[in-house]
Antibody, heavy 121, light 108 residues
Framework: EVQLVESGGGLVQPGGSLRLSCAAS????????MHWVRQVPGKGLVWVSR????????TYPDSVEGRFTISRDNAKNTLHLQMNSLRVDDTAVYFC??????????????WGRGTLVTVSS | SYVLTQPSSVSAAPGQTARIPCGGN??????VHWYQQKPGQAPLLVVY???DRPSGIPERFSGSNSGNTATLTITRVEAGDEADYYC???????????FGTGTKVTVL
């Protein structure tokens, strides 16, 4: 059974940093591109980053480019999201999602339950 | 950037059909994927590549895509289908992933 379990969320002040993690199990982690998607409570889904299967290529939307860094440890089946220079509008539930098998992954076939990040003074 | 537009809400009586449109410029040239999200839960993929269903998704869920509109159709609607539904595409011109605005399906 595919499982994705996020951790690391919490309360942080504006300008601060936070590192999210996603523990993957039930599939060959190193074969899949992986993503982070966020959702402001009560609002829609927004994609925030992608990493290829070996970790050599990452992609971001303009809204987080230069502030967020996605990375992975295939030996530990773990995905990370380092978030720096956090802003109030980064407050959201952050989901880890597995990309479909075909690069560059066109959709998200499994999702974690999410971890809440609150940016507030 | 590419924009996908959905109605904020759709309703249907039990046993009837719910249709959820997703509008986008020439969306018919993209592959469209659909997610169901119930309160407090993670999104669940219900249709991928316009009309394919993942294992375990009932045949009541189907999709179509042509021109400027993709549609998720739920036949024989059940109370358990109440949820938010999102369409999604990969925009190849920008290499970005775009979600629709989301539609809340209410079972009357």
């Amino acid at each position: 059974e595919v499982q994705l379990v996020e951790s690391g969320g919490g309360l942080v002040q504006p300008g601060g940093s936070l590192r999210l993690s996603c523990a993957a199990s039930g599939f060959t982690f190193s074969s899949h591109w992986m993503h982070w998607v966020r959702q402001v409570p009560g609002k829609g889904l927004v994609w925030v980053s992608r990493i290829n299967s070996d970790g050599s290529t990452t992609t971001y939307p303009d809204s987080v480019e230069g502030r967020f860094t996605i990375s992975r440890d295939n030996a530990k089946n773990t995905l990370h999201l380092q978030m720096n220079s956090l802003r109030v509008d980064d407050t959201a539930v952050y989901f880890c999602a597995r990309g479909d098998p075909l690069p560059p992954s066109f959709y998200f076939d499994y999702w974690g339950r999410g971890t809440l990040v609150t940016v507030s003074s | 950037s590419y924009v996908l537009t959905q109605p904020s809400s759709v309703s249907a009586a039990p046993g009837q059909t719910a249709r959820i449109p997703c509008g986008g410029n020439y969306i018919g040239t993209n592959s469209v994927h659909w997610y169901q999200q119930k309160p407090g839960q993670a999104p669940l993929l219900v249709v991928y590549d316009d009309s394919d269903r993942p294992s375990g998704i009932p045949e009541r869920f189907s999709g179509s895509n042509s021109g400027n509109t993709a549609t998720l159709t739920i036949t024989r609607v059940e109370a358990g289908d109440e949820a938010d539904y999102y369409c999604q595409v990969w925009d190849r011109s920008s290499d970005q992933y775009v979600f629709g605005t989301g539609t809340k399906v209410t079972v009357l």
